[in-house]
């Protein structure tokens, strides 16, 4: 069975401050994908980034990354400079491989609780 | 490009009573899904849809929750009766097409609160 680990529950740091979230998945799967969602206090999951299995270049964008190692299962994500509007619930999921021709469902980890204060 | 709209976001109802939710998903999406989000955990699969078909409800308490998608479009979820521990958010969310490395987008979801 498919699993997604978030073990920080709660990360309070200082406007500026750069941050980093884990995630560490299990699966038996060759080919899956990873995703990053943001879910801000009104409570809409925003789409951050998908990342195949084969491939395991870093990716940036603005001050968002992400660093995805296959052999050690994870998939963090490190916010540079963090700002107040960065405070939301960031969730790590994983898709799960389905019949050939159907979209998968995705297995979600518990999320971690990021709060950037002044 | 218009989201993914759901309705209504708020509802309060005494156990035992029956609710229903709406979802309308991005257009032109073939798959459209029902997350429950129980408070601090992460969103779980309900129900997943391709067009107008079920792909999925192996998680779905068939005894008391029920869903549809009409014409392959919207689709509407209903608890009968509710309990108490149905009290959750519950997500719609729609994708393009029908692989597996699709990307879901999610609605703002509608926060059940069962008394």
């Known amino acids: 069975a498919q699993k997604v680990t978030q073990a920080q529950t709660e990360i309070s740091v200082v406007e500026k401050e750069d941050v980093t979230l884990d995630c560490v998945y299990e699966t038996r799967d060759t080919t899956y994908y990873l995703f990053w969602y943001k879910q801000p206090p009104s409570g809409e999951l925003v789409f951050l980034i998908r990342?195949?299995?084969?491939?395991?270049q870093n990716e940036i964008s603005g001050r968002y990354s992400w660093n995805f190692q296959k052999s050690t299962s994870s998939f963090n994500f490190t916010i540079t400079a963090s700002q107040v509007v960065d405070s939301a619930v960031y969730f790590c999921?994983?898709?799960?491989?389905?019949?050939?021709?159907?979209?998968?469902?995705?297995?979600f980890g518990t999320g971690t609780r990021l709060q950037v204060t002044l | 490009e218009a989201g993914v709209a759901q309705s209504p976001r708020y509802k309060i109802i005494e156990k035992r009573q029956s609710v229903a939710f709406w979802c309308n998903p991005i257009?032109?999406?073939?798959?459209l899904y029902w997350y429950q989000q129980i408070l601090g955990q992460g969103p779980k699969l309900l129900i997943q849809f391709q067009n107008n078909g079920v792909v999925d409800d192996s998680q779905l308490p068939k005894d008391r929750f029920s869903a549809e998608r009409l014409k392959g479009v919207d689709s509407t979820l209903k608890i009968q009766p509710a309990k108490l521990e149905d009290s959750a958010v519950y997500l719609c969310a729609s994708s393009p097409g029908t692989g597996q490395r699709d990307t879901q987008y999610f609605g703002p979801g509608t926060r059940l609160t069962v008394l």
């Open positions: 999921a994983l898709s799960e491989a389905w019949r050939t021709g159907t979209a998968s469902k995705l297995t």
């Open positions: 257009s032109g999406h073939a798959t």
């Open positions: 990342r195949n299995s084969f491939d395991e």
